[in-house]
């Protein structure tokens, strides 16, 4: 039997007088690291305890040894789901109906866009359906699992009440925290920068989501094609890759397959921190539909469209007002030619497009997320409004070593 600061005994070996236990539930790293711009609301405060746990989950790969870096109180899921909390913290759906606690509930992207795969069966075809909110997984035996639904705008709080009306009285429009402390990362731009060693350089960045019809799923060697095509001496690349890519297929394979394009001078950004970082050092973005891509054209980089996803996403969703506007990567024009036309042809209006898409309260997300956090845990908030922090610089991933090595 497990035992901490959880549960019956939580009492027996505790020193500090904490008041409240909250419970992190953590499915994949792309939610973890969402989870990781809300944790620091709490986890200062001396009456608050926070632990954490891992949920079944499809992309569940590396969540464990996330967790382990992480340093805190890992409890298992089969306690964690019989033991009683004051509340808990989600960044996705499913499962959470065994958890006894307040539940809140929040994105871990810029919202839905995407259709739904179809299923590879052989019934007839019939229309995909979007890629959520799904009532299946928010509603369990009549009635709603959370307690608290955050969102970042007004848009996608009406998404949720077209599949959920019941969730109205308990949807909290919070602006976007991720945003929010991309924002706040701008005056460490140079510093960023620094340590990708990019000097004078343009850093050209490539970000790519997961599934075959994501930009390194249709075309995977556009990393090597960029590498070989950029004089060095004017171009720096970067590469974000999904955090479902590195838990699907595994951190050393994904290094192995890049390992080339490392050795050629590209940066490859790892799954758990740095891509935010990457972003604020950048001078272009070539992506995919992404929610990587939708905050980097929010922040205003010049962007361009690496594959044309329109039979994927959704007509009227962020990432299809991105393609809207976004040039498209062509193969028969220097690579070059085109990074200085997207970067000249540039609007600022779309950045304002794409910041309104993304966010309604820029700036303020953490205020509105810590008042319902302690609303909820009947806490008195801590004095002073919370403000977003600055991401930590980015850590390129090394080359693999030999096998065994």
Not at 20 to 31: A, D, Q
């Amino acid at each position: 039997m497990t035992q901490g600061p959880f549960g019956p005994s939580a009492g027996r070996g505790k020193t500090l007088p904490y008041e409240r236990t909250v419970l992190v539930v953590v499915h994949t790293v792309t939610s973890a690291t969402r989870l990781g711009d809300v944790v620091p609301m709490l986890e200062a405060d001396p009456r608050i305890q926070v632990v954490y746990t891992q949920a079944p989950a499809l992309f569940g790969g590396g969540t464990a040894e996330f967790l382990g870096r992480l340093g805190g109180v890992v409890v298992p899921w089969e306690i964690a789901t019989q033991v009683r909390f004051d509340l808990a913290l989600a960044a996705n759906a499913g499962s959470l109906e065994w958890i006894h606690a307040p539940v809140v509930r929040m994105p871990h992207g810029t919202g839905y866009s995407k259709y739904q795969f179809r299923w590879d069966m052989d019934g007839p075809e019939a229309a995909r359906e979007p890629s959520g909110p799904d009532r299946g997984r928010l509603v369990y035996r009549g009635r709603v699992i959370a307690s608290a639904h955050i969102v970042p705008t007004r848009a996608q709080a009406e998404r949720l009440w077209r599949t959920v009306p019941e969730a109205m009285p308990i949807t909290v429009v919070a602006g976007d925290p991720c945003y929010d402390r991309l924002e706040a990362s701008r005056p460490e731009r140079a510093a960023y920068r620094s340590v990708l060693n990019t000097a004078d350089r343009k850093l050209l960045t490539v970000t790519s989501t997961w599934s075959p019809n994501g930009l390194l799923g249709t075309r995977p060697g556009l990393l090597s094609e960029f590498v070989s095509q950029l004089p060095p001496d004017r171009y720096q690349v970067a590469a974000i890759v999904h955090p479902a890519i590195w838990s699907w297929h595994g951190f050393r394979q994904v290094r192995a397959w890049y390992a080339d394009c490392i050795r050629r001078g590209m940066i490859l950004i790892p799954p758990e921190e740095g891509w935010r970082a990457t972003l604020v050092a950048s001078d272009i973005v070539c992506g995919d539909q992404g929610s990587v891509s939708c905050y980097a054209a929010a922040l205003g980089i010049p962007f361009l469209l690496g594959i044309d996803p329109a039979k994927d996403i959704e007509p009227d969703s962020t990432v299809a007002q991105l393609a809207a506007f976004a040039p498209r990567l062509r193969p028969d024009i220097a690579y070059d030619q085109q990074i200085e036309q997207a970067a000249a042809s540039w609007d600022a209006e779309w950045q304002d497009l794409m910041r309104n898409l993304v966010t309604d309260l820029p700036g303020h997300a953490a205020i509105a997320i810590r008042s319902c956090l302690y609303g909820l845990m009947r806490l008195a908030e801590p004095e002073g409004d919370p403000r977003p922090e600055s991401v930590p610089p980015p850590r390129p991933v090394s080359l693999p070593r030999t096998f065994g090595g």
